[in-house]
């Protein structure tokens, strides 16, 4: 699958791509801005900012960082209600879905359910891991949470399950009552939470509860999309202790840097300052949400999809590359979809920003529609 995501077009397949964009398109980064990639719009919490000047100035960037992350995983595990042996912080989650993978071709064919994140390919073929796509309608309602789509026994079956919730790209929320019968008939389930802190209400149908009871499950978050701090490098796994005791002998050294340590430790540890962080965020993902997907529905040839996260899926009646790339010389990026296996041309998906940030948005496909 790997081949299918260097494009003809030259346009990178995936979002995030800040800097090379920059330089193709021959515009300062202070001119863009990048809707291709799904962070929260604000600055990172004071008491996040405030650790890591501390931790520049302090001991964090001259030591070498805790191979355990034992502080980091107390306060992941306090914020949960878990024990500390259940939680393994990462350099992001993409490393976590590397070890996950490695468990995962262990244990058989591996079931991907897409369109879905291509970074879930990318692992499994460290592994020369094998997997079967199960393909998801693309027509969906508006309503949270929804059950899961596909049979919990499918004719050919697979013995793991990767999901997404909410789905990565479509924003559909899935229902933990629909997705634990899932655990009976899968040797493993990797479930992805990265983005479930930042919806509304979304953290009731996580899957973090079950994993005491359920040893074949592992629930991956990121922290770099709750407090935009995708250049730091940051995510954790909740899993058995066992599973994560192997992982810990399979990675690195030292897999987490010490100022993100120190950032996740401190933000993480204000449990006041994290619910008010959770409200704000989950507040203007359901505002501007809805607002910026209402502002969609008026503009000719396009088709804002229904989304319960801070991006949504726009369908156009024909290709969408040449728009995407005239809205791009603008210095507004939008994510090309081709990367998701079951999208063509004819998708787009944009990670929500401030009213500002989607007010530009608008204006730059309203002029290139004209």
Same mark, same amino acid.
């Given at each position: 699958?790997?081949?299918?995501?260097?494009?003809?077009?030259?346009?990178?397949?995936?979002?995030? %791509?800040?800097?090379?964009?920059?330089?193709?398109?021959?515009?300062?980064?202070?001119?863009?801005?990048?809707?291709?990639?799904?962070?929260?719009?604000?600055?990172?919490?004071?008491?996040?900012?405030?650790?890591?000047? +501390? &931790?520049?100035?302090?001991?964090?960037?001259?030591?070498?960082?805790?191979?355990?992350?034992?502080?980091?995983?107390?306060?992941? #595990?306090?914020?949960?209600?878990?024990?500390?042996?259940?939680?393994?912080?990462? %350099?992001?989650?993409?490393?976590?879905?590397?070890?996950?993978?490695?468990?995962?071709?262990?244990?058989?064919?591996?079931?991907?359910?897409? =369109?879905?994140? #291509?970074?879930?390919?990318?692992?499994?073929?460290?592994?020369?891991?094998?997997?079967?796509?199960?393909?998801?309608?693309?027509?969906?309602?508006?309503?949270?949470?929804?059950?899961?789509?596909?049979?919990?026994?499918?004719?050919?079956?697979?013995?793991?399950?990767?999901?997404?919730?909410?789905? *990565?790209?479509?924003?559909?929320?899935?229902?933990?009552?629909?997705?634990?019968?899932?655990?009976?008939?899968? #040797?493993?389930?990797?479930?992805?939470?990265?983005?479930?802190?930042?919806?509304?209400?979304?953290?009731?149908?996580?899957?973090?509860?079950?994993?005491?009871?359920?040893?074949?499950?592992?629930?991956?978050?990121?922290?770099?999309?709750?407090?935009?701090?995708?250049?730091?490098?940051?995510?954790?796994?909740? #899993?058995?202790?066992?599973?994560?005791?192997?992982?810990?002998?399979?990675?690195?050294?030292?897999?987490? *840097?010490?100022?993100?340590?120190?950032?996740?430790?401190?933000?993480?540890?204000?449990?006041?300052?994290?619910?008010?962080?959770?409200?704000?965020? +989950?507040?203007?993902?359901?505002?501007?949400?809805?607002?910026?997907?209402?502002?969609?529905?008026?503009?000719?040839?396009?088709?804002?999809? =229904?989304?319960?996260?801070?991006?949504?899926?726009?369908?156009?009646?024909?290709?969408?590359?040449?728009?995407?790339?005239?809205?791009?010389?603008?210095?507004?990026?939008?994510?090309?979809?081709?990367?998701?296996?079951?999208? &063509?041309? %004819?998708?787009?998906?944009?990670?929500?920003?401030?009213?500002?940030? %989607?007010?530009?948005?608008?204006?730059?496909?309203?002029?290139?529609?004209?």
């Amino acid at each position: 699958m790997l081949p299918a995501l260097i494009l003809s077009s030259g346009l990178p397949p995936h979002g995030g %791509n800040f800097s090379q964009e920059a330089l193709r398109l021959g515009l300062k980064s202070s001119q863009i801005l990048d809707a291709s990639a799904s962070l929260v719009p604000f600055r990172p919490p004071r008491v996040l900012r405030r650790a890591l000047k +501390q &931790g520049i100035s302090g001991s964090a960037l001259r030591n070498y960082p805790d191979r355990e992350q034992q502080e980091l995983r107390q306060v992941i #595990a306090s914020w949960h209600g878990l024990e500390p042996e259940a939680v393994l912080p990462g %350099n992001g989650a993409a490393e976590l879905f590397t070890w996950a993978a490695r468990d995962a071709v262990g244990c058989g064919l591996s079931g991907l359910p897409e =369109p879905g994140f #291509a970074d879930y390919r990318r692992a499994l073929a460290c592994w020369d891991g094998a997997a079967r796509s199960l393909p998801l309608s693309l027509s969906w309602p508006r309503t949270w949470p929804q059950p899961w789509p596909l049979p919990a026994e499918p004719a050919q079956p697979c013995q793991v399950l990767w999901i997404t919730n909410p789905h *990565n790209p479509t924003g559909q929320l899935w229902s933990r009552a629909s997705l634990e019968p899932l655990l009976q008939h899968n #040797a493993l389930v990797i479930c992805d939470e990265a983005f479930l802190p930042l919806v509304p209400s979304g953290e009731s149908q996580s899957l973090i509860p079950l994993v005491e009871s359920h040893p074949n499950l592992v629930v991956i978050r990121s922290l770099t999309k709750l407090f935009a701090i995708a250049g730091l490098r940051l995510g954790y796994a909740v #899993a058995s202790s066992e599973r994560l005791k192997r992982w810990q002998r399979w990675r690195d050294p030292w897999p987490v *840097n010490g100022l993100a340590l120190a950032a996740g430790r401190s933000v993480m540890a204000d449990s006041f300052g994290m619910d008010r962080w959770l409200q704000r965020v +989950q507040a203007w993902v359901s505002q501007e949400g809805n607002w910026f997907h209402r502002q969609l529905t008026h503009l000719p040839g396009l088709t804002p999809m =229904p989304s319960s996260a801070n991006y949504l899926l726009l369908r156009g009646n024909d290709s969408l590359l040449a728009l995407r790339e005239r809205v791009a010389r603008r210095g507004v990026l939008l994510r090309d979809c081709r990367s998701f296996e079951g999208l &063509g041309d %004819n998708w787009l998906r944009i990670g929500l920003q401030n009213r500002r940030g %989607n007010l530009r948005i608008l204006r730059a496909l309203k002029q290139e529609l004209r």
